[in-house]
């Protein structure tokens, strides 16, 4: 429990003359001391540290790099904390120019090698961006832009090495080739044009150097080539030896490049019947109809063993089962439990046995378990708890009466250790195995829930067509899932459901409170943060955000953390029988972040309350509905030839580059860079018949030193290619034609 702990971490590349957080995680440590020392590509340093970034250093590669003079030092005092425990922390790390450095972080000033931690991060600091894409043909495209504004840099001498491998611990490198940026700051690596297919890149242009710690691989994309294609239908997947096995099968070629595939006519096939050892059984020469089908029937073998076995002919297979089994007599089953369950109550539920004659199964054992898990109704902000453990309540043994009946009783205990103030529901699974005087077993489980509070309410936000509810897409960003959905209005939109812990529904009556929220006032677009979250604070929020103006402090770029700036309406509503209601306000609402608070009162007398957050946007407006780094809002992406695919796509960022690129069957068709500035604007995209299959929007954008990409999947169906069946009715004659 008195073990001393310490992590460090950052931000792999950082933008210079900037101040950098140091991330920290410690435990029993009052107070740490810090060191940065400068590790040059053109120093022994790279050659002793090589491989820094992904693995552990040896004590003498430590020792060097303590012995090397340092660019800054500094201690720092940590927050005092005497739970014995393990916390985080930001440190304000100094501003540094261009260049590779690593940082080290030890509890003792004088950096000991004996009864000591010393945590270590190497860092780069660059103004250079790089980003890769592969192409069709398997060529890695590499784009460089400036890590700060986000524009693409020409110019930039990019040098790859290849990796050579021999008997003794180093690792050699030979340098392939040279290449420079164009005016898009892009190059291109193509196969075969180095010789070998693994690779790394130095790039640099004047001061700035930026090296990749992760290797990049190239080979050569060969097309598919065009070939026939089964597929096989069977009337089961199950049979017995000696049953009739009937079969169908449909041949088709694949048209790689026009992504289509043609049924084959009278096409010949032989089809061949494996048995479990690969060992023909039978086969059958069969040709296509007019619909590329073909048909027919084997016998599954009487003798041999059973199990997996194969139809197959030149182009495809399909597997199937032959087994002795015997069919079910009867099968288990229990009856709807009505009613609430009280807890520290016995409840008792009742199962049947019931032959698929129809007859009851009376006189069969029955061995039963029952046991516990704890769940959580959703918090303030729509968040659930997981499950907790299965605990046993009772198990035992009984008997069905002559209706085939039997009944488990049990005590619907709680988990006393959990604070009732959680509001936990506590879930009692029933399994139970039936056994008839024939030995034949069947099982069958259903469960019930009890809990402190019995009503629970949920909210869904969304309608139809502009009014469908949609996520706020923030590009890659990690920790972008909780971000509220958007939406055109708030008229009919809101669904409200009521039931019970046990999911009956039930009518309740309650309010509905629509608050407008206020994004903090932050000179910068607040992004997400990369680094592990903390619990101890050192610098106060107004040295916080003038340090790291992009950074947000204690989450409050989180909608669930801003404060309200009005109250929009407030209303009661009231679910029908079925417990639902659908609901809303008619209000026009500006573009901005709302808070859906639904709330009633539990027959038992306590709150249950429900709380969502959601974006209103103007379509017609050409500001960003919030103050993000990027948003994408889908209008039309599922379309047909001669609609139009249409989507919103913007960003907060003053000045901002964007690059946009069409790709349609893996290759890019149409590219091109985008300049924003604080703004949101409509794409349309006519659709044609060519682009059935669908095709995809990358837009992609460097800033502060982080990258955004939003992926958009544009989906044009083969709606064309439908199968339509048409079903009519008629009487055949005695002559046998219909009348």
């Not at 739970?83 to 922390?89: K, L």
Request: charged fraction near 20%; hydrophobic fraction near 30%.
């Amino acid at each position: 429990i008195l073990q001393k702990e310490l992590a460090v971490t950052v931000e792999k590349t950082q933008i210079p003359d900037a101040p950098f957080i140091s991330n920290v995680s410690y435990r029993n440590l009052s107070k740490l001391f810090f060191r940065i020392i400068k590790a040059d590509n053109t120093s022994q340093v790279r050659r002793k540290t090589r491989g820094l970034d992904y693995e552990y250093l040896e004590a003498k590669q430590i020792r060097f790099l303590l012995d090397l003079p340092s660019v800054h030092k500094w201690e720092q005092t940590l927050p005092s904390v005497s739970d014995f425990r393990s916390h985080t922390v930001d440190v304000k790390s100094p501003a540094l120019p261009l260049g590779k450095y690593v940082l080290l972080v030890s509890p003792n000033e004088d950096f000991s090698l004996s009864n000591n931690t010393i945590s270590y991060t190497p860092l780069i600091v660059t103004r250079l961006s790089l980003q890769n894409q592969r192409l069709k043909d398997g060529s890695q495209m590499f784009i460089v832009n400036d890590a700060q504004t986000g524009k693409p840099v020409s110019g930039v001498t990019a040098k790859i090495y290849s990796y050579i491998y021999n008997n003794s611990d180093e690792t050699k490198e030979k340098l392939e080739t040279t290449k420079e940026t164009d005016s898009q700051g892009m190059f291109t690596i193509k196969p075969n044009s180095i010789s070998n297919n693994n690779f790394r890149i130095d790039l640099s242009k004047g001061s700035d150097n930026f090296s990749t710690s992760s290797t990049y691989n190239i080979y050569a994309s060969t097309p598919e080539q065009d070939h026939n294609r089964t597929l096989f239908f069977t009337d089961r997947q199950l049979y017995r030896p000696g049953q009739t096995i009937y079969f169908k099968g449909i041949i088709y070629k694949n048209n790689n490049e026009q992504g289509i595939n043609q049924v084959l006519k009278n096409e010949k096939t032989t089809v061949h019947f494996y048995n479990r050892n690969s060992k023909e059984i039978a086969k059958l020469d069969l040709r296509t109809n007019e619909f590329g089908s073909f048909s027919g029937i084997f016998i599954a073998p009487n003798s041999g063993l059973t199990g997996n076995m194969f139809i197959r002919n030149e182009s495809g297979n399909q597997s199937i089962k032959v087994e002795e089994y015997k069919r079910p007599k009867f099968e288990v089953s229990f009856k709807p439990v009505k009613g609430d369950i009280q807890l520290e109550k016995q409840v008792s539920v009742t199962g049947t046995a019931v032959g698929f004659a129809g007859a009851n199964i009376g006189g069969a054992s029955v061995q039963y378990r029952v046991t516990r898990t704890v769940r959580y109704p959703y918090f303030r902000w729509g968040i659930p708890q997981q499950y907790g453990q299965n605990k046993e309540i009772i198990h035992g043994t009984t008997e069905t009466n002559a209706n085939g009946e039997f009944t488990v009783q049990f005590p619907a205990t709680p988990d006393n250790s959990i604070d009732k103030k959680s509001l936990p529901v506590f879930s009692y699974s029933i399994s139970a195995d039936v056994t008839d005087i024939n030995g034949e077993t069947h099982s069958s489980q259903t469960s019930v829930s009890a809990g402190y509070v019995s009503l629970e309410l949920s909210v869904s936000i969304g309608g139809k067509d502009d009014n469908l509810a949609q996520r706020l897409f923030m590009g890659n960003e990690i920790g972008t899932s909780n971000m509220p959905d958007i939406i055109a209005n708030l008229k009919n939109t809101i669904a409200i459901s009521s039931h019970n812990i046990n999911d009956v529904p039930i009518p309740a009556r309650g309010t509905l409170l629509i608050q407008e929220l206020k994004q903090p006032e932050r000179g910068e677009i607040l992004r997400v943060r990369l680094l592990p979250a903390t619990d101890q604070y050192i610098l106060n929020k107004d040295e916080f955000v003038s340090a790291f103006p992009n950074e947000s402090y204690k989450n409050d770029n989180n909608p669930q953390s801003w404060s309200v700036a009005s109250v929009v309406e407030t209303k009661e509503f009231q679910t029908d029988s079925t417990g639902r209601l659908i609901t809303g306000t008619d209000k026009k609402l500006p573009p901005g972040t709302y808070r859906i608070t639904v709330s009633a009162i539990d027959i038992s007398g306590a709150p249950v309350e429900v709380v969502n957050h959601i974006i209103i946007y103007d379509s017609t407006s050409t500001k960003p509905p919030v103050k993000f780094p990027v948003s994408y809002i889908p209008k039309t992406i599922i379309c047909q030839p001669g609609m139009n695919a249409s989507f919103l796509y913007g960003t907060s960022f003053k000045s901002a580059s964007v690059l946009y690129q069409m790709e349609y069957h893996g290759e890019i068709i149409e590219q091109k860079q985008l300049e924003f500035s604080d703004e949101i604007r409509q794409f349309t995209i006519p659709i044609e018949e060519k682009h059935r299959g669908g095709f995809s929007i990358l837009l992609s954008m460097v800033h502060e030193g982080r990258l955004y990409t939003t992926p958009i999947n544009i989906s044009v169906p083969w709606s064309n290619k439908d199968l339509k069946i048409e079903t009519s009715t008629g009487r055949l004659s005695r002559s046998g034609k219909s009348s």
